[in-house]
T-cell receptor
Framework: ETGVTQSPTHLIKTRGQQVTLRCSSQ?????VSWYQQALGQGPQFIFQ???????GRGNFPPRFSGLQFPNYSSELNVNALELDDSALYLC???????????FGPGTRLTVL | GQQVMQIPQYQHVQEGEDFTTYCNSS?????IQWYKQRPGGHPVFLIQ?????EVKKQKRLTFQFGEAKKNSSLHITATQTTDVGTYFC???????????FGPGTRLSVLP
């Protein structure tokens, strides 16, 4: 196990709703990255947080937002959910920007 | 923007056969990582390659980084049923930037 935890495990929402996903990074890791993984595809980078500041963002609209707390845990918020947002959302923590990424088990989001 | 491609998309092998997956980037990479994702699981880090022409081995797995740092390969010798899963490469163009994942190669091993 990597020590990275995510909650909830599964989530079902309806179109237009908002969702918050949570990630607790491995002890001592100050960097958290969020990825969206659609079925049968590779993880797509959403954004990264380093010491509570956003440090890079992928090609996702502003309704995807995030936060990192002083204890380096993190949240991913998605507003105005769309059907295409259905995916596995993964967070990955690392000790520094260049280091190995340790993935959590993911949150499976289904938008109906 | 940077694109990372992998071939093949799928590979079915008989247990004991060898397997190779190839990763190609549209841009030169500073480093590349390989991950394995079991069905229903999450990506698990396997290795990171940094130097041009670098070759690293982990038991039956051999990883190679191309001389031009635009391609990489993962070779598994004598596959076992425990090797089943999807293998992803992830490349980064510059230090501090995010990693871009390839679409993965799904490996099936028939006993």
């Amino acid at each position: 196990e990597t020590g990275v935890t995510q909650s909830p495990t599964h989530l079902i929402k309806t179109r237009g709703q908002q969702v918050t996903l949570r990630c607790s990074s491995q002890s001592g890791h100050n960097t958290v990255s969020w990825y969206q993984q659609a079925l049968g595809q590779g993880p797509q980078f959403i954004f990264q947080y380093y010491r509570e500041e956003e440090n890079g963002r992928g090609n996702f609209p502003p309704r995807f937002s995030g936060l990192q707390f002083p204890n380096y845990s993190s949240e991913l918020n998605v507003n105005a959910l769309e059907l295409d947002d259905s995916a596995l959302y993964l967070c990955a923590s690392s000790l520094a920007l260049a280091d190995t990424q340790y993935f959590g088990p993911g949150t499976r989001l289904t938008v109906l | 923007g940077q694109q990372v491609m992998q071939i093949p998309q799928y590979q079915h092998v008989q247990e004991g056969e060898d397997f190779t997956t190839y990763c190609n980037s549209s841009t030169t990479l500073s480093n590349i990582q390989w991950y394995k994702q079991r069905p229903g699981g999450h990506p698990v880090f396997l290795i990171q390659l940094v130097k041009s022409g670098e070759v690293k081995k982990q038991k039956r797995l051999t990883f190679q980084f191309g001389e031009a740092k635009k391609n990489s390969s993962l070779h598994i010798t004598a596959t076992q049923t425990t090797d089943v899963g999807t293998y992803f490469c992830a490349g980064r163009q510059n230090y501090g930037q995010n990693f871009v994942f390839g679409p993965g190669t799904r490996l099936s091993v028939l006993p």
